[in-house]
């Protein structure tokens, strides 16, 4: 049995089983994602932007953690501040069954778990009169080693009442399902953030924001 959601994208049905199936009618863009250089100073400026709107915004954002000078790993930080290790160099070349790596970094799942999927629940709660923005960044490796993130993030960008503020990393090497999936769907719209429109992007993710947001 199917039931109709109106959101920001066109009309959807939910099926029993909580996934989304277009039915007829046009898309429209529903949710955001930030591909290229420097996505993440881009995000922390569109989401500045957007609370000084009085924009209601909740997510996190990842950030260097540097010692002397050199990389050390990331930290997932949260909008409403707690943080948390996301990942570490480790000088350990072999992988044990409970570990999750990429390259040099070591995942820490069960602090970006914790920290993370509170926030994506949380969020979930906004309406088709205030949606709620919600900031991921980001939806990459690292990030997909979680099966829970991974329908979190789904059932975020389905939601009517919110709208995805997200960064994706640019394609290379094997694709990664769910950022492939993100690309294909009909109501995101990816930008490509380059050094020749950097600095002046941020207006237009910003209109697109506040057009999801109607």
């Known amino acids: 049995m199917l039931s109709f959601v109106e959101g920001c994208s066109s009309k959807t049905a939910k099926k029993g089983d909580g996934s989304f199936v277009r039915t ?65 160099v480790s000088s350990d070349s072999s992988t044990s069954r409970r570990e ?21 629940r949380n969020v979930n709660h906004g309406s088709d009169t205030e949606k709620k923005i919600c900031v991921i960044d980001e939806i990459g490796k690292m990030e997909l080693f979680s099966q829970a993130f991974i329908r979190a993030v789904r059932e975020t960008l389905t939601d009517p009442g919110t709208v995805v503020l997200g960064t994706i ?30 600095n002046n992007i941020l207006q237009d993710i910003l209109a697109d924001v506040e057009s999801c947001r109607k």
């Open 24 to 88: 007829e009618g046009a898309w429209k863009v529903a949710n955001i994602c930030i591909e290229g250089i420097g996505k993440t100073t881009l995000i922390q400026k569109v989401t500045q932007a957007l609370r000084s709107s009085d924009v209601p915004v909740d997510g996190f954002y990842t950030e260097e953690v540097k010692e002397g000078g050199r990389r050390r790993g990331f930290d997932v930080v949260t909008l409403s501040g707690k943080r948390g290790p996301l990942s570490r």
């Open 100 to 120: 999750y790596r990429v390259g040099q970094y070591v995942v820490d799942l069960v602090s970006f778990e914790q920290l993370v999927l509170p926030v994506l």
């Open 169 to 198: 990393p640019v394609p290379k090497g094997k694709p990664l399902d769910l950022v492939e999936e993100i690309r294909s769907r009909k109501d995101v719209k990816v930008f490509n953030v380059s050094k020749e429109n950097r």
